[in-house]
């Protein structure tokens, strides 16, 4: 348990559907991130939330898009996605104001099947 | 800019043999350094990090990296494999804007 919870922790969607990815962590962190985690590729940042201002959105295509109402939520809407966006997608969770020391706390990921 | 690079995708090794993930970084600040593990069908769990108190990092579960600054690099190490430490381990770096970036990791198989 690391105090960060995804669900679902499986999703199959057509490319005409719309979903919801939610994330909820448990350890008073100020920051959440979500990642795309494909076979053979780098971990790739997507978006980062500061005390529930996105901070930081990597040239995602706005078929995915965040929310964060408070600093302990986090949800990725998704819709008329394509099956290259399969993959598993982690959610994690930092506390600012250490510079340098970002330590990252990880959930178990959502793997996601685009049909 | 700062970059990380996992060398050897796959690594197998014995059980009770030494177990050896290489990590180079590039980075244009002090860096920070962190080992993540990954087991199958699970989130990233953090194995030990460097942030410059000292040069040789303990981690969980026994595992160990020494930073070394004129190598540029951060090897992970265990005297004693386990069949339990089969996973993927990630290596990575922060940013000067306080991101991480992650090595494309190395899986490590362990033999009976």
């Known amino acids: 348990e690391t105090g960060v919870t995804q669900t679902p922790r499986h999703l199959v969607m057509g490319m005409t559907n719309k979903k919801s990815l939610k994330c909820e962590q448990h350890?008073?962190?100020?920051?959440m991130y979500w990642y795309k985690q494909s076979a053979k590729k780098p971990l790739e940042l997507m978006f980062v939330?500061?005390?529930?201002?996105?901070?930081e959105n990597n040239s995602v295509p706005s078929r995915f898009s965040p929310e964060c109402p408070n600093s302990s939520h986090l949800f990725l809407h998704l819709h008329t996605l394509q099956p290259e966006d399969s993959a598993l997608y982690l959610c994690?969770?930092?506390?600012?104001?250490?510079?340098?020391?970002?330590?990252?706390?990880f959930g178990e990921g959502s793997r996601l099947t685009v049909l | 800019a700062q970059s990380v690079t996992q060398l050897g995708s796959h690594v197998s090794v014995s059980e009770g043999a030494l177990v050896l993930l290489r990590c180079n970084y590039s980075s244009s600040v002090p860096p920070y350094l962190f080992w993540y593990v990954q087991y199958p069908n699970q989130g990233l769990q953090l194995l030990l990090k460097?942030?410059?108190?000292?040069?040789l990092v303990k981690g969980i579960n026994g595992f160990e990296a020494e930073f070394k600054k004129s190598e540029t690099s951060f090897h992970l190490t265990k005297p004693s494999a386990h069949m339990s430490d089969a996973a993927e381990y990630f290596c990575?770096?922060?940013?000067?804007?306080?991101?991480?970036?992650f090595g494309t990791g190395t899986r490590l198989q362990v033999f009976p």
């Open positions: 994690a969770s930092s506390q600012t104001g250490t510079s340098g020391m970002r330590e990252l706390f």
């Open positions: 939330y500061n005390f529930k201002e996105q901070t």
């Open positions: 350890l008073g962190h100020n920051a």
């Open positions: 460097y942030t410059s108190a000292a040069t």
């Open positions: 990575a770096v922060t940013t000067d804007t306080d991101k991480l970036i």
